[in-house]
């Protein structure tokens, strides 16, 4: 029963908004091919679950994904650790990175065609950027925040720097480390479909690119429903990963 | 073993003076309590004796060895207990102890021995956001002595409990201290703490910080609140104290 009530909002949410769209078009008189009524994109949606292509694409466009989020995620945590413990080196970095996290991870793409080729990189080359960011800015921030009676039991204690890292800084900023992951996520997945634009032959992305090109909307707005769903989903996902977070380090002050 | 000789502070060079001229030893297995209002410069003392805050002028030795940093032979207990709150209570206790060179069945020996000492024995797996005021201190004291330090320092260790686990602690630490021998320094502002648990008080007076008294308690080891011993030097200390607090008002008028 619980879960029913929990559930009719959200059911409600996307009855209205499938009324909506059948709304409009009734409205608006629009041609089916211009403005897609919901029937014909699930048929096209229908269709290409049915022959199996859209799993394909979905399989190689997570697997983009998770490579370029995850390589940022290690690589942007490990800088902001190191960043964050110095502030000297962090005064001279801070600025070339606000110089950089502005620019659209787009805008280096025809750099990143250059430099990676074409296939799998520039996608993930894009993701990487997008989510690589945010995760940096939120740990450093989380560093610098750090109980400093954490710092003097370690430094009571005789810990190594890399000790104090690894027992001290990264599991007391990780709460905050945690909020920068879910925040990557979300711009990382957004990015996916643009850096799929780029140079690749399969994803989501290019189904969308591909769809386009032969005019059939019903299918690009498929493609768009299942990107929602999907990335509705890595967010749901992060949820739990950050209530497990919670559970941990939350009830600690 | 400690020997505080002429030791002058203050945080910047036109700023008041938070310690001036401050000249004390403290004997091997001695449990000293400085006594003083807030603001006298006690726990700055502290903080110096520990390693943490650098003194000005003076010196103040370990076995005639000037402390510069914080090291593990004196370990501070922090006013707030300082225990990770995302790890258990067996992992806190263990903090200090991972980077000496001690087998994995010594290091879980030694900390079962220690969380038995404090009663804890049975938490061993609990959070400590699951524990109460009173055993995150006593977790925290037995993740001190399972560091077998020489010197414990204590800055208002029962400040945030309430009476009865108050004398409880107390009478714990007492017995812990008879039976381990370590020698303590105890920053309060609790004249019956002073009395109850030290062989010696030092009262500091502000502006600027220095000693005002120095009172040997000759009394058994074994106290009580009631005893007119007890009522006698809680008297004297209590006169120090309205002295003190006549003078500053004549000053004002």
Same mark, same amino acid.
């Given at each position: 029963?619980?879960?029913?009530?929990?559930?009719?909002?959200?059911?409600?949410?996307?009855?209205?908004?499938?009324?909506?769209?059948?709304?409009?078009?009734?409205?608006?008189?629009?041609?089916?091919?211009?403005?897609?009524?919901?029937?014909?994109?699930?048929?096209?949606?229908?269709?290409?679950?049915?022959?199996?292509?859209?799993?394909?694409?979905?399989?190689?466009?997570?697997?983009?994904?998770?490579?370029?989020?995850?390589?940022?995620?290690?690589?942007?945590?490990?800088?902001?650790?190191?960043?964050?413990?110095?502030?000297?080196?962090?005064?001279?970095?801070?600025?070339?990175?606000?110089?950089?996290?502005?620019?659209?991870?787009?805008?280096?793409?025809?750099?990143?065609?250059?430099?990676?080729?074409?296939?799998?990189?520039?996608?993930?080359?894009?993701?990487?950027?997008?989510?690589?960011?945010?995760?940096?800015?939120?740990?450093?921030?989380?560093?610098?925040?750090?109980?400093?009676?954490y710092l003097r039991i370690a430094s009571n204690f005789e810990m190594s720097p890399f000790e104090t890292l690894r027992k001290i800084v990264l599991p007391a900023s990780?709460?905050?480390?945690?909020?920068?992951?879910?925040?990557?996520l979300g711009s990382a997945w957004i990015f996916l479909v643009a850096g799929e634009m780029v140079g690749a032959q399969s994803g989501l992305g290019f189904l969308i690119i591909d769809a386009r090109n032969s005019l059939s909307l019903d299918l690009v707005m498929a493609c768009i429903v299942v990107i929602g769903v999907?990335?509705?989903?890595?967010?749901?996902?992060?949820?739990?990963?950050?209530?497990?977070?919670?559970?941990?380090?939350?009830?600690?002050? | 073993?400690?020997? *505080?000789? =002429?030791? &002058?502070? +203050?945080?910047? !060079?036109?700023?008041?003076?938070? #310690?001036?001229?401050?000249?004390?030893?403290?004997?091997?297995?001695?449990?000293?309590?400085?006594?003083?209002?807030?603001?006298?410069?006690?726990?700055?003392?502290?903080?110096?004796?520990?390693?943490?805050?650098?003194?000005?002028?003076?010196?103040?030795?370990?076995?005639?060895?000037?402390?510069?940093?914080?090291?593990?032979?004196?370990?501070?207990?922090?006013?707030?207990?300082?225990?990770?709150?995302?790890?258990?209570?067996?992992?806190?206790?263990?903090?200090? *102890?991972? =980077?000496? &060179?001690? +087998?994995?069945? !010594?290091?879980?020996?030694?900390? #079962?021995?220690?969380?038995?000492?404090?009663?804890?024995?049975?938490?061993?797996?609990?959070?400590?956001?699951?524990?109460?005021?009173?055993?995150?201190?006593?977790?925290?004291?037995?993740?001190?002595?399972?560091?077998?330090?020489?010197?414990?320092?204590?800055?208002?260790?029962?400040?945030?409990?309430?009476?009865?686990?108050?004398?409880?602690?107390?009478?714990?630490?007492?017995?812990?201290?008879?039976?381990?021998?370590?020698?303590?320094?105890?920053?309060?502002?609790?004249?019956?703490?002073?009395?109850?648990?030290?062989?010696?008080?030092?009262?500091?007076?502000?502006?600027?910080?220095?000693?005002?008294?120095?009172?040997?308690?000759?009394?058994?080891?074994?106290?009580?609140?009631?005893?007119?011993?007890?009522?006698?030097?809680?008297?004297?200390?209590?006169?120090?104290?309205?002295?003190?607090?006549?003078?500053?008002?004549?000053?004002?008028?």
């Amino acid at each position: 029963m619980a879960k029913v009530k929990k559930l009719s909002p959200i059911a409600i949410g996307f009855i209205l908004l499938l009324v909506f769209w059948q709304f409009a078009i009734f409205i608006g008189g629009h041609q089916s091919a211009l403005f897609p009524p919901p029937l014909k994109v699930g048929e096209a949606l229908l269709a290409i679950i049915s022959d199996g292509s859209l799993f394909a694409h979905i399989q190689i466009s997570l697997f983009r994904f998770f490579s370029g989020y995850l390589a940022a995620v290690i690589v942007a945590v490990i800088l902001g650790l190191l960043l964050g413990r110095s502030m000297l080196v962090w005064k001279v970095v801070d600025p070339i990175v606000q110089v950089l996290r502005p620019v659209s991870p787009i805008a280096w793409s025809p750099f990143i065609v250059l430099w990676f080729g074409i296939g799998n990189m520039p996608a993930i080359v894009i993701i990487f950027i997008a989510a690589f960011f945010p995760v940096l800015l939120s740990t450093v921030s989380a560093v610098k925040k750090v109980d400093r009676t954490y710092l003097r039991i370690a430094s009571n204690f005789e810990m190594s720097p890399f000790e104090t890292l690894r027992k001290i800084v990264l599991p007391a900023s990780f709460p905050m480390i945690a909020n920068g992951l879910h925040m990557a996520l979300g711009s990382a997945w957004i990015f996916l479909v643009a850096g799929e634009m780029v140079g690749a032959q399969s994803g989501l992305g290019f189904l969308i690119i591909d769809a386009r090109n032969s005019l059939s909307l019903d299918l690009v707005m498929a493609c768009i429903v299942v990107i929602g769903v999907l990335g509705l989903a890595l967010d749901k996902g992060i949820h739990y990963f950050e209530s497990w977070v919670n559970r941990i380090w939350g009830s600690a002050k | 073993m400690i020997d *505080i000789r =002429n030791v &002058s502070k +203050s945080y910047s !060079e036109q700023g008041p003076t938070v #310690l001036q001229d401050i000249s004390f030893d403290i004997k091997k297995g001695e449990v000293i309590a400085i006594l003083g209002k807030s603001g006298c410069g006690k726990s700055t003392l502290l903080n110096c004796i520990g390693g943490f805050e650098a003194v000005n002028n003076g010196q103040i030795l370990l076995d005639e060895v000037s402390i510069r940093k914080p090291s593990k032979r004196c370990i501070m207990l922090m006013q707030n207990y300082g225990l990770l709150p995302w790890r258990s209570v067996r992992k806190n206790v263990e903090l200090g *102890i991972e =980077n000496i &060179s001690l +087998s994995k069945q !010594e290091i879980s020996e030694r900390t #079962l021995h220690y969380l038995r000492m404090v009663g804890l024995e049975d938490r061993a797996n609990a959070l400590p956001s699951e524990l109460s005021g009173g055993m995150q201190q006593r977790v925290a004291i037995a993740r001190a002595l399972a560091m077998q330090p020489e010197v414990i320092l204590m800055d208002e260790p029962f400040g945030a409990l309430d009476t009865f686990t108050r004398y409880y602690l107390q009478d714990e630490l007492m017995q812990i201290q008879r039976r381990e021998k370590m020698t303590i320094v105890l920053v309060t502002h609790d004249i019956d703490e002073a009395i109850y648990l030290a062989d010696r008080i030092l009262i500091m007076k502000p502006n600027p910080g220095e000693i005002h008294k120095e009172i040997v308690l000759r009394l058994p080891k074994e106290r009580n609140r009631a005893d007119a011993d007890f009522q006698h030097y809680r008297e004297l200390i209590f006169n120090e104290f309205q002295f003190t607090h006549e003078t500053t008002i004549e000053f004002n008028i």
